[in-house]
């Protein structure tokens, strides 16, 4: 079953996929999200590496978004990422999250410095993308329970949150939430930079 909720703004809604870290995409209403969410479905199996078979999408609720939310950003945690994750689930996500870091990696290797602009010239170069994913992800360490100081290379970055979900301290956020969040995050920098490199 593909669990997913919808997380509602006054202009935005954010389709999530609750089991799945990173694939959580918006439109203009609950029908255009799922919409949206779907039409991504091979997208986020090519990152990940596999996607399973998840049979159509059943919306399990919703939560109400904020000026994040239409900013463009999933913000809100739900009542279902108070789920306990096990340690079969936990490797399961770490692996997926995993999967997305190294997926941006590469599509950062292969992507031209130079992306092209928006509509009013604005847009982030790849170089500076990818420094921004860094501090974002040191932004979203504390919520998972570590703590990074600055500089900190990223491979080692990257471990020190990994070895904050296993130890299972306690995080500003619930676990499913941060994965999700940061997954996100990842692969909609990763996707723009695709998309912008064309």
């Not at 306990?84 to 410095?113: I, K, M, S």
Request: proline share 6%; net charge negative; with cysteine.
């Amino acid at each position: 079953m593909l669990r997913v909720y919808l997380e509602n703004g006054p202009k935005w809604t954010f389709a999530c996929a609750l089991d799945w870290p990173g694939w959580c995409r918006r439109g203009k209403g609950d029908e255009p999200a799922v919409e949206e969410l779907l039409s991504y479905a091979a997208r986020y199996a090519a990152a990940v590496g596999a996607l399973e078979a998840t049979g159509d999408p059943t919306i399990v609720g919703r939560v109400t978004g904020n000026a994040t939310t239409d900013f463009g950003a999933p913000a809100v945690a739900t009542e279902w990422d108070l789920e306990t994750l096990d340690g079969a689930e936990l490797d399961r996500q770490l692996r997926l999250l995993t999967q997305t870091w190294n997926y941006f990696d590469t599509v950062v290797t292969n992507a031209p410095a130079s992306l092209r602009k928006g509509p009013r010239g604005g847009g982030r170069d790849r170089d500076d993308v990818r420094r921004h994913v860094i501090e974002a992800e040191r932004g979203y360490a504390p919520k998972a329970g570590a703590r990074i100081p600055p500089r900190t290379p990223w491979e080692q970055q990257r471990a020190m949150i990994t070895d904050a979900f296993r130890r299972r301290e306690d995080g500003q956020w619930p676990a499913r939430y941060v994965l999700r969040r940061m997954a996100w995050h990842v692969l909609d920098h990763a996707w723009e930079i695709e998309d912008r490199s064309e």
